[in-house]
């Protein structure tokens, strides 16, 4: 049973702060690039193995805003849902939230399907569409 | 004579190749962090030394829209233009180009004023609105 | 009860992985410093507590012997296991292994203590030296 | 003419810092990592066609001393020797110095040669042989 939604913990690591003493704002990107790859294992989708059989899914767009800082040794929780997916591409948004259930930070990615050999954009195959439909 | 734009340019380096063989889109946030500190720098102005100040200037936003790839060994431009500055925020957009002068990248940051002691939103000292609007 | 050792479990993630399709070998360094903080944390210390305190533990050596690769999604533990405490530096050894239980690296690294405000060379706070040498 | 050494300029960035102010230690091995890539290129040889041809030259080994710290805003050489070559792998030593001239950390590395297909150990091949005895 796939589902829209799924909520990773994560944690502020030493070498992600900066001499402000917050997390970075490049770190945040990481972030939700592991919410992603955790999405996709939710429905039974390998990141690592979709690359393997040559379907690559590169961002093309990502957009965040900051609204509180972390700090060392803080834990926080990011949301992440699908909001569309189409034959081109998948949207999805993200709530990064502390353990005071604060809003951090909110985000949304795009991502295309981009063949591996030709490196040309190309559609979405149809065991994705359904492995995203299925719920 | 201070100006609006600058330009930097850049090395894709070894580290920042993902197992895509293309610059991680978490890197494009870096660049971006240096074309804006050699913008205030070309102003006469460290970041370095703001924040010794008191005066620091997180990112609130920031959207990068990815349009072609980059390599190792690849080199590239950013281009940096101060879009607005009020008493709040400062506004930049970024244009990144490959030696081939085709855009491999749009961006736009905003960041904010915030106290280094107190941690809150200030207005914009006079001495930086002087800086940036001295052209 | 403290003790000298402590394993922990990490991911490799996808933004860690280089051309070659391994963990690029810079982010061992972060997983020996992670490895670190959760050995103090289990003596019942908080490095970010440390630091406010003025107590800096800066790396001043590390090497790092590199066996097998590890992959994107692989998972792999961290063995940390205290070497050697002196009113001078403190020393740690690490294993790292993959699922398998194959060695994947080995590595040492030496920290001293910094005084915060002056920055300079300090002996070990007693506090600190009961704590590691509690078990 | 080829030669044995090369010194590069680097400068500290902004993410580079960590919340003691200081260039964190992971930073040095990309350092090490860019200085390495501009002496093979000094010798007439493209690290990146090197992969292409399916010549991988990992690190096994890698040690670093600290001896001061960089701040955001330095600038530091980096100066690469090759200390040994064999047919089995490539040994670098390094001093790294501010603009003051005061050594900042001292590191030596060994790197293998892996054939990319099987992913096995390799013999240096003779035209490397060749560029790195060609002074």
New interface residues.
Partial sequence: MSKKNITILCNV???Q??????M???QY??AL??SR?EWLLNQGI???NL?KKGI?L??????????K?L???DSYLVHATLNELNGYYVDFSYVIENQQKNCIATATTRLVFVDGQS?RAMKCPDFLQNAFHSE
Same sequence: chains 1, 2, 3, 4.
């Fill in positions: 690591h030493y070498h702060v900066d001499q402000m003493g917050v970075h704002h490049s990107v990481y690039e592991q790859i390998s990141y690592g690359e690559l590169p961002v093309v767009d990502i957009a965040i805003q900051y609204k800082p700090h060392f040794e490196r």
